[in-house]
């Protein structure tokens, strides 16, 4: 727990309260949503690679549902096979789960730090003498308090833009079967459960994130998408 608190919890902590002091012009949204921006712009890296295999293997699915079949009586040969191709493809899965688990680790640091609280002697005793003590902060953005639970909203846009963007993706393979509408739904309304029973700052990071991804997605899929002569 201490290893936690100093290394993990302190400095994103005092990283918040530093944006909040010096960028965000003493409102905490602006703060989040600057930290958010901050956390994918270090990530940039990664999603790039992760879109460029997406764009690059289109077909990969279909040549590993091949391979499956061709080689379904040998799973040892099937799964080198596999191996084989994801090499020549240079697919890096890795990319994709370490941008996951680090924006999984600021979600948790989040929820961490409405937990320990952001006023008087709470946000004292994390500071940095080198950050300003902010005094009482305030949680009002665009006339959400986002220390407060049970705000359908916030919680309501990240799952209607969740389905939205699923429901594309499913409609452009051509093929909608019963577990693609289960997921449709089931999906974003369990998104929106859990961001309506967490603090609404919650939801504005996630959409923050989401949305910087679709702008970084089109962006990268116009330049690693090859062109159809």
């Known amino acids: 727990i ?3 608190h100093q290394f993990f919890f302190e400095p994103l902590f005092n990283l918040l309260i530093w944006i909040y002091n010096n960028w965000a012009n003493n409102n905490f ?38 391979i499956e079949q061709d080689f379904k009586d040998d ?17 890096r899965p890795w990319a994709k789960a370490t941008s996951l688990a680090i924006q999984t680790l600021v979600l948790i640091l989040l929820y961490e730090v409405f937990l320990q609280g952001v006023t008087g002697e709470k946000i004292a005793e994390f500071l940095y003498p080198s950050v300003r003590f902010p005094g009482e902060i305030n949680n009002t953005f665009f006339g959400f308090d986002l220390s407060a639970t049970g705000n359908w909203i916030w919680a309501g846009i990240v799952g209607a833009w969740l389905f939205v963007e699923n ?17 449709l739904i089931a999906f974003p309304g369990s998104v929106f459960v859990v961001l309506w029973w967490l603090p609404a700052v919650k939801a504005l990071f996630i959409f923050t994130s989401i949305l910087f991804s679709f702008i970084v997605g089109k962006l990268t899929q116009k330049i690693f998408t090859p062109s159809k002569n």
């Open 167 to 183: 429901y594309i993706d499913k409609k452009q393979s051509d093929q909608i079967e019963k577990n693609d509408v289960i997921f």
């Open 75 to 91: 799973p040892v040969l099937k799964k080198q096979k596999i191996r084989e191709l994801l090499k020549e493809k240079k697919i």
């Open 29 to 66: 949204g602006w703060a989040v949503v600057y930290l958010t921006l901050l956390l994918r712009f270090a990530l940039l890296p990664l999603t790039v690679v992760n879109a460029r295999n997406q764009a690059q293997n289109q077909g990969l699915e279909e040549e590993i549902e091949q």
């Open 2 to 4: 201490e290893f936690w």
